[in-house]
């Protein structure tokens, strides 16, 4: 096979876009993944309120355009309202279980819309578990920094959730309302500061901290070695 491989990610928003364009692909780019983002179609091109009836239609022309790259995915879990495997999660369910679910069920369907596509070998779906700001709780004195609270303040989330992937979801304590929170403006910027954040935690501890996250990464990794 060839040396390197290419990925086409379709993505939520702008932050996830920017997320892989300016931190994820150079990263990738070294081990000779070569990753490049494109935003889900939909109304007005804004991030939030991605349907898969929507996304089906770009996985559709990124999988029929060339059979030598991949397709993954980078949705939020937390806020998605229509998606493959979404009502089979059971409640309560742990991040791993919710990641295995979504994703399982989102590659059914995918490979029954495109089978001609070699779905198997070439989809790898991913949702973020419970949504991509939960990659900034990675590093507590980071995320404190920027946003000017005590590291206390985030130590103390991540260590009642266990890790930042099992930060809840709820419209009170989803990694984003908690960020909102934070803030004196009660907004956080996320294509802006939370860019920076993630920029100076880094992807290894990102992946240290995130196991989700880490095995999306790893699944390209054995491709491009041919594992």
Not at 10 to 27: D, H, M, N, R, S
Not at 40 to 65: A, E, T, Y
Request: charged share 25%; glycine share 6%; hydrophobic share 40%.
């Amino acid at each position: 096979m060839s040396d390197f491989i290419e990925v086409y990610a379709l993505v939520e928003g702008k932050t996830e876009q920017l997320f892989i364009e300016k931190i994820l692909a150079p990263y990738l780019g070294c081990k000779e993944i070569y990753m490049h983002a494109q935003q889900c179609s939909k109304p007005g091109q804004k991030g939030g309120d991605v349907r898969f009836s929507r996304v089906k239609g770009d996985l559709g022309i990124h999988l029929k355009q060339r059979p030598d790259t991949y397709v993954t995915t980078l949705i939020d879990y937390y806020g998605t309202k229509e998606w493959p495997g979404l009502d089979d999660v059971p409640a309560q369910a742990p991040p791993a279980v919710i990641a295995q679910t979504i994703n399982e069920a989102t590659k059914l369907e995918v490979f029954s819309l495109f089978a001609a596509q070699q779905v198997e070998r070439r989809f790898i779906p991913f949702v973020a578990v419970h949504e991509f700001e939960a990659l900034l709780f990675s590093d507590a004195a980071i995320l404190a920094k920027y946003l000017g609270k005590d590291v206390s303040v985030v130590s103390k989330v991540i260590s009642a959730c266990g890790s930042p992937e099992a930060i809840n979801n709820s419209p009170q304590t989803a990694p984003s309302k908690r960020l909102d929170d934070w803030c004196g403006t009660r907004k956080f910027l996320k294509t802006t500061t939370g860019i920076s954040v993630a920029e100076e935690i880094g992807i290894d501890k990102i992946r240290q901290k995130c196991p989700l996250f880490d095995s999306w990464l790893a699944t390209f990794e054995k491709i491009q070695r041919g594992d």
